[in-house]
């Protein structure tokens, strides 16, 4: 099947600082979309994003969807506390989403 | 509140015992899927529909069961033949192919 590589696989960083995590795939999609999952919650969307080269903010959050449509960034500024959970990134195929494996992020405050 | 609910939270059951797990969307999507995530792992769907009484399997549907008799709910059945159930298990929807809104998420243990 499909597979998303995601990384780091795990960040522990200083609150206040920039975060920086990725996406990449072997194929073309062009479709992706990053998620964040709290501790014991289901993911929720963040970002979507449709259209290469495509950058797209939401708050502290910014999004690119990558040239070659074959990858995606995910940046988060000035991290705080309540940053802290899983980050996924999925695209789609067909009727369906496929999930990379995450990016625990944790802050310390 | 539009939203997706999965009931219960936290289930426990007997091995050799079959269980549902229930979500409701009243978000109006036609489409509704299951996902089942381990710890330090992606998710992986298990079932999912597209409309009412027809549905699909995923790349994990063995041990698992569904039906989809109405538009707002999609109930998941968790076999005896499935060999490993305990996991978290999240409910999703959509109205399109791309963007899915999950529930909160049933945390299931089989003992």
């Known amino acids: 099947g499909q597979q998303l590589n995601q990384s780091p696989q795990s960040m522990f960083i200083q609150e206040g600082e920039d975060v920086s995590m990725n996406c990449t795939s072997s194929s073309i999609f062009n479709t992706w979309l990053w998620y964040k999952q709290e501790p014991g919650e289901g993911p929720v969307l963040l970002i979507a994003l449709y259209k290469a080269g495509e950058l797209t903010s939401n708050g502290r959050l910014t999004a690119q969807f990558g040239i070659t449509r074959k990858d995606s960034f995910l940046n988060i500024s000035a991290s705080i506390p309540s940053d802290v959970g899983i980050y996924f990134c999925a695209v789609s195929y067909g009727n369906k989403l496929v999930f990379g494996a995450g990016t625990i992020l944790r802050v310390k405050s | 509140d539009g939203g997706i609910t999965q009931s219960p939270k936290y289930l426990f059951r007997k091995e050799g015992q079959n269980v549902t797990l229930s979500c409701e969307q009243n978000l109006n999507h036609d489409a509704m899927y299951w996902y089942r995530q381990d710890p330090g792992q992606g998710l992986r769907l298990i079932y999912y529909s597209q409309i009412v009484n027809d549905f699909q399997k995923g790349d994990i549907a063995e041990g698992y069961s569904v039906s989809r008799e109405k538009k707002e709910s999609f109930p998941l059945t968790v076999t005896s033949a499935q060999k490993n159930p305990t996991a978290f298990y999240l409910c999703?929807?959509?109205?399109?192919?791309?963007?899915?809104?999950f529930g909160p998420g049933t945390r299931l243990t089989v003992t």
């Open positions: 999703a929807s959509s109205q399109t192919n791309y963007e899915q809104y």
